[in-house]
Structure formats: C-alpha cells, structure tokens
C-alpha cells in the first residue's frame, strides 16, 4: 500500500485532538468553578471535576496515538498482525475508561440542570459517556474480527 494513502486519516487524528487540548485548556477551569458555585460547602469539588476531566484526556490521546499507530501499520501492511489487534485493545480499554470517568461527573449536570430548570443538561452530560461506548464496541468488533482474519491467515498458510 502506498504511504500516502492514510494520509488524510493521520491529519484527521490530529485535528481531533487539537479541540480536545482547547476544552482542556479553557472550558475544565470554568467547569471547575462553576460546579464550585453550586456547591459551596464542597470546596473540593472544584477540584475533582478538574482531576476527572483532566485524568479522561489522558486515555484519549493515548488512544489517539494508537489509531496513529494503526494507520502506521497500514501504511506498512502490517494491518493484519498482532499489533494491530492490540491497537484496537488499547483503544477500547480507553474508550472504557473515558466513558467510566464521564459518568461519574454526571452528578455535577445533574446539579445544573437542577438550578437553571433544565432537564437536557443531563443529556449533554450523557453524549461523551455514550459516545465512548460506542467506540469502544466498535473497537471490540474490529478486534474479534481481525484476531479472527489472522487466525484463518495464518490457518491458510500452514495447509500450504
């Protein structure tokens, strides 16, 4: 496979994390306060919001750079091998934990739309949850079909 042929994907990948870095960077402060507001008697909350928002980055951009790591492999037509499999293991396993971590912020969307009278707050505070599940069956599904493409590969070429 020629090596400019992911090249679009590759540039993809870094442009999904360039909004990720400016949420991290702008908007997990101002959430931070605001869910400082609407607790004052929990001064740490602010903090644990923070914590947890910053804590889900880490597993995307690592599952960033696996699906980096996999348009690589690709590039190498090395997209049937064990590697790849273990890309897509590691992109479920962090899809799994962003997901974990966002629910368990749920409370603070809770909380807001409790004090601005606006019960689809709770939904946009359930659209990353969601989303990350979805990633992360969709990642288990390559997986199990991959693993299964290069067992039948590898099956072939021993009768051969």
């Known amino acids: ?7 679009f994907l590759k540039i993809a990948v870094i442009l999904i994390g360039i909004p990720v870095l400016a949420l991290c960077i702008f908007l ?23 914590i947890i928002f910053y804590a889900s980055a880490i597993p995307f951009y690592f599952a960033l750079f696996q699906a980096f790591k996999l348009l690589r492999y690709i590039d190498k037509n090395e997209a049937f091998s064990n590697l790849s499999v273990k890309a897509l293991k590691n992109i479920k396993y962090c899809a799994i934990s962003i997901s974990i971590l ?51 590969k590898s099956e072939n070429d021993l009768t051969v």
């Open 28 to 50: 997990v402060p101002e959430l931070g306060n605001v869910s400082a507001e609407l607790l004052p008697e929990f001064a740490v909350i602010k903090y644990l919001v923070s």
């Open 1 to 7: 496979m020629k090596k400019g042929t992911t090249f």
């Open 102 to 152: 966002h629910v368990l912020v749920l409370p603070m969307f809770y909380l807001f739309a409790e004090m601005d009278d606006a019960p689809g707050v709770i939904f946009v505070g359930l659209v990353v949850p969601f989303a990350s599940m979805v990633i992360a069956v969709f990642a288990a599904v390559l997986q199990k079909l991959l693993q299964e493409a290069i067992d039948f």
